[in-house]
């Protein structure tokens, strides 16, 4: 279960953030009202949520989740894989440090978002990415060991972040496309197969038996309806014109 979640307030600058996704430039007033209705969404699963300040230095900030790994025994901020981001997770670090764990962090030469992370019991997967690199696993692996969690790998091929791509839903509950229908490393789990057509989907959050979906991907809504979540769409359609998700935009814990 979690019980807290923290989020950034996205800043005007946000329409300079890092996109490949050629869907124009967000609008800021439009991303601003929807990251209040996620916000009010994490609410209505029980979360209490933070909210911390906008950062205009930072154009990705909003997208915390890749700042920060927080797990029940630690935090650990990260060193992010693209330069533009690479300072995010001092300007975390107050918070952080408030939160009464231990805190960990990576260091140069290792770089890794914490998008990259999915968490699955005391088990980390961590993707190797452009912006995760082999190092970055590795000192994640060390760190965790030191907590009694493990660690392991996947080679990422197409998407931005390992979560871009999958969602752990517990329960053994996987969803996931593309590349990740058919790994070695998730053979094991139940997977709900997202249509490539809606592969922006597979990047939902459980939280506490909830499951967020982006708004407008019916067959996904559907699937995981159908497998007895209760589901809450959210129109995050600002954020995906930076190739950012709904697990992009906060840290549960
Ligand atoms: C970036 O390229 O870093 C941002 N524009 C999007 C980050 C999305 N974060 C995530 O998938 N965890």
Redesign the pocket.
């Known amino acids: 279960m979690f019980t807290t979640a923290i989020v950034k307030t996205p800043c005007r600058n946000m329409i300079n953030?890092?996109?490949t996704a050629n869907l124009g430039k967000p609008d800021y007033d439009l991303a601003l009202k929807q990251h209040k209705t996620y916000i009010h969404t994490l609410e209505k699963c029980g979360l209490k949520v933070m909210v911390l300040d906008a950062d205009e230095m930072f154009p990705?900030s909003t997208?915390i989740?890749?700042a920060c790994l927080i797990t029940p025994r630690c935090a650990i901020l990260t060193n992010p894989g693209?330069a533009s981001?690479r300072d995010e997770p001092l300007r975390l670090s107050k918070t952080i440090q408030g939160l009464g764990l231990p805190v960990e962090s990576i260091q140069t030469p290792g770089t890794l978002?914490a998008?990259d992370i999915m968490m699955v019991k005391d088990h980390y997967f961590a993707g190797l990415s452009d912006r995760t690199n082999a190092q970055g696993a590795s000192q994640l692996e060390t760190i965790l060991k030191k907590y009694d969690y493990t660690s392991s790998t996947i080679t990422l091929e197409s998407v931005?972040?390992l979560?871009?791509g999958i969602s752990y839903l517990e329960n053994n509950m996987l969803l996931a496309f593309g590349e990740f229908l058919t790994k070695p490393e998730l053979k094991g789990f139940n997977i709900l197969k997202v249509d490539a057509d809606e592969a922006y989907a597979a990047?939902s959050v459980w939280i506490n038996g909830n499951v967020l979906v982006p708004k407008g991907f019916f067959k996904t809504k559907k699937m995981i309806q159908d497998s007895g979540y209760r589901v809450f769409e959210v129109d995050v359609s600002e954020f995906q014109k930076?190739?950012?998700?709904l697990?992009?935009l906060s840290l549960r814990f």
């Open positions: 953030g890092i996109s990705d997208f989740e890749d693209d981001r978002d998008g931005l972040h979560k871009t990047n930076l190739d950012g998700g697990s992009c």
